[in-house]
């Protein structure tokens, strides 16, 4: 384990010390919303503006690098498990995935590491699709939304209606040849691209690319040039709609 990793580690020991109790009461205040797992990453310095994850289907393991990365410049990050936020067809339900979210946000901007007044969300494939369909209209709790290949297909038929609730700036960063499980196909960026909506939105296209280009445990499709693009758009983005105490 290299030093980050135990930083992130002994970061992420201090913070649930000191939230536990107001996020066990967030986020089990319903029983009805089923907590995976959330991780801190605590920033350096103390303070920082809050970063949510939102993962894919497959859990919050391959994003802990991801977390750590913004954690080291400055970025208080949490992460949450997808399953937890939007429904995937071959998983049990997540009817209050948007109330989970809403609890997460709130949890983490009342936390004393926090400096921001409201949250940027950043989801993947699965967590993508959530963090569009819910992160997106919540105006009073985020400033802005990035989506890495998100999964459009479990988003509804209308598209359009969806980009329409959007009240936060959103970056799509998509594969070209993306055809996991159907569920991320570019034609539907495309279409959200197109569609109307009333706050800024960015759709980037990388050509060779298909699912989880950005993940080093998915070999068969990481793209280091490809990720490291995506990143910088990622963090430039962050910056450019960090809500305004933040500057």
């Not at 109330?99 to 009342?110: E, W, Y």
């Amino acid at each position: 384990m290299g030093p980050l990793a135990r930083k992130a580690r002994r970061a992420g020991a201090s913070v649930w010390r000191s939230l536990l109790v107001g996020v066990a009461a967030c986020l089990f205040a319903s029983a009805s919303i089923a907590q995976r797992a959330v991780t801190f990453f605590e920033p350096s310095p103390p303070k920082g503006p809050v970063v949510v994850l939102v993962s894919g289907v497959d859990g919050v393991q391959a994003y802990q690098e991801f977390g750590q990365r913004l954690a080291a410049l400055g970025f208080y990050t949490v992460l949450v498990d997808g399953r937890d936020v939007m429904v995937a067809p071959w998983e049990p339900p997540a009817p209050q995935g948007r109330a989970h979210l809403d609890a997460v946000i709130r949890a983490a901007l009342s936390a004393p590491q926090a400096s921001s007044s409201k949250a940027m969300l950043v989801g993947f494939s699965l967590g993508g699709a959530g963090v569009l369909v819910h992160g997106a209209p919540m105006k009073e709790q985020v400033a802005a939304v990035v989506a890495y290949y998100p999964a459009t297909a479990l988003m509804g038929q209308d598209l359009a209606a969806v980009a329409a609730r959007w009240q936060a700036p959103v970056l799509v960063l998509a594969g070209e040849k993306d055809t996991y499980r159907n569920c991320c196909l570019i034609a539907s960026m495309r279409a959200l691209e197109s569609a109307p909506k009333r706050v800024p939105f960015e759709l980037v296209v990388y050509p060779q690319a298909n699912h989880g280009f950005n993940l080093g445990s998915y070999p068969f499709f990481f793209r280091s040039e490809d990720a490291e693009d995506a990143w910088n758009r990622t963090l430039a983005f962050l910056q450019k709609y960090r809500p305004a105490n933040d500057r």
